[in-house]
């Protein structure tokens, strides 16, 4: 068996953990059995968020809610190990209550974050493929953000004022004008 996962959903996924780091970053995975489309990252809670990760019940119901929205199914939780390879720990294993839900791990052992996904079904850990996407092939919005984009329109409109005013003083002055008699 093997899962595709949306390069940008892959990207948000590792750029989470590498933020919350030294801290292990937790989060919601959406979409289908065979593509993950959508991570809903969330709060860790835990009472020491650099060794475990959880994730508190009314965020995760908050969570769970916009996957409806969306029209998308809850697949899995994704968590970093900060310092760790990416491989459930005997607490992960313990954790892992529903075997349907898929176990993302993102390592940041090494200077490039490392994705692996398993499936854990009681003491039974399994591997599984995780092929990634290039293609935005589920709609995945991969707009700038706001910021970004007022950003943009500021520079945009700075420029032009910029080119009108540098153009303005090149200009050679204006004739006087003769007056008739």
């Not at 953990?17 to 059995?33: K, T, V």
């Not at 916009?66 to 968590?79: K, Q, R």
């Not at 075997?99 to 003491?123: F, M, N, T, Y």
């Not at 707009?143 to 945009?156: D, E, F």
Request: glycine residues 4%; negative net charge; hydrophobic residues 45%.
């Amino acid at each position: 068996m093997a899962v595709r996962i949306a390069y940008a959903v892959a990207r948000q996924i590792a750029d989470h953990a590498l933020s919350e780091a030294p801290n292990e970053a937790c989060g919601i995975l959406a979409g289908s059995r065979e593509h993950i489309s959508r991570a809903l990252p969330l709060d860790n809670a835990a009472d020491a968020p650099d060794r475990h990760f959880r994730i508190k019940p009314e965020e995760q119901l908050e969570a769970l809610k916009a996957l409806d929205a969306y029209g998308l199914e809850w697949i899995g939780v994704y968590h970093s190990h900060p310092q760790a390879p990416p491989i459930p720990s005997q607490e992960d294993i313990k954790a892992a209550v529903d075997r349907r839900l898929l176990q993302l791990i993102v390592s940041l052992e090494s200077a490039k974050p490392k994705l692996k996904l398993w499936q854990v079904d009681g003491s039974s850990v399994t591997p599984i493929a995780l092929v990634f996407d290039t293609e935005n092939k589920a709609g995945i919005d991969d707009h700038l953000s706001r910021h970004k984009q007022v950003a943009i329109v500021i520079a945009g409109i700075a420029s032009v004022l910029l080119l009108l005013a540098v153009s303005l003083m090149l200009l050679p002055p204006a004739p006087e004008i003769a007056q008739a008699p």
